[in-house]
């Protein structure tokens, strides 16, 4: 069983700075992909940044320089830094995680119960 859990998240003025962490425990896959999804009310889900089995990271455009995907070396703890925020950034922020395998049709099975990000004009 994989566990997830999202801390780091709170209320900032457009502008400031967050950093988001995810600890990961329970089973890690040798090949994974980790990522950042977020959620705002009456919207769809949207992938943040996310890391694929060989390593690569993307990012969606409307955060590209100004969100950095990072992970320690162990795997088990994900972070996402995120600067220059604004209003439209806040919602719900999820890591997920899920075998190589899985990743490579798209699919993240497993999840933590989220962080809010609140950012105000």
């Known amino acids: 069983q994989v566990q997830l859990v999202e801390s780091g998240g709170g209320h900032v003025q457009a502008g400031g700075s967050l950093r988001l962490s995810c600890a990961v425990s329970?089973?890690?896959?040798?090949?994974?992909?980790m990522g950042w999804f977020r959620q705002a009310p009456g919207e769809e889900r949207e992938t943040v940044a996310k890391?694929?089995?060989?390593?690569?990271?993307t990012y969606a455009n409307s955060v590209k320089g100004r969100f950095t995907f990072s992970q320690t070396t162990a795997k088990n703890t994900l972070y996402l830094q995120m600067n220059s925020l604004k209003p439209e950034d806040s919602a719900m922020y999820y890591c997920?995680?899920?075998?190589?395998?899985?990743?490579?049709?798209?699919?993240?099975?497993?999840w933590g119960q989220g962080t809010q990000v609140t950012v105000s004009s």
């Open positions: 329970g089973y890690i896959w040798s090949t994974n992909c």
């Open positions: 997920a995680t899920d075998s190589g395998q899985s990743c490579k049709i798209g699919i993240f099975g497993y």
């Open positions: 890391r694929d089995s060989e390593g690569n990271i």
